[in-house]
C-alpha cells in the first residue's frame, strides 16, 4: 500500500483521467490522446528513475 501515496502516481492518474474526459467530449483528437499519455508516462517513469537513484546516492555518501 506504500506505493499508492505516490504524489506523482495520484498526479498522472489525475490527469490521465482529465485527457480521457477530453477525448470523450471531443476536445482533443485521438492522435494527441495518445502522445499526451505517452508523453506523461516518459514524464513519470523519468521522475521514478530520478527519484530512485537520488535516494540511492543519498544512502551510498
Do not use: C
Not at 485521438?30 to 546516492?57: D, H, M
Amino acid at each position: 500500500m506504500h506505493k499508492l501515496k505516490s504524489r506523482k502516481l495520484w498526479l498522472a492518474l489525475v490527469l490521465i483521467a482529465l485527457f480521457t474526459v477530453l477525448l470523450w467530449f471531443n476536445k482533443v483528437d485521438p492522435e494527441n490522446y495518445v502522445q499526451a499519455v505517452i508523453t506523461l508516462f516518459g514524464i513519470y517513469s523519468g521522475a521514478n528513475v530520478v527519484t530512485k537513484f537520488a535516494k540511492r546516492s543519498d544512502n551510498n555518501g
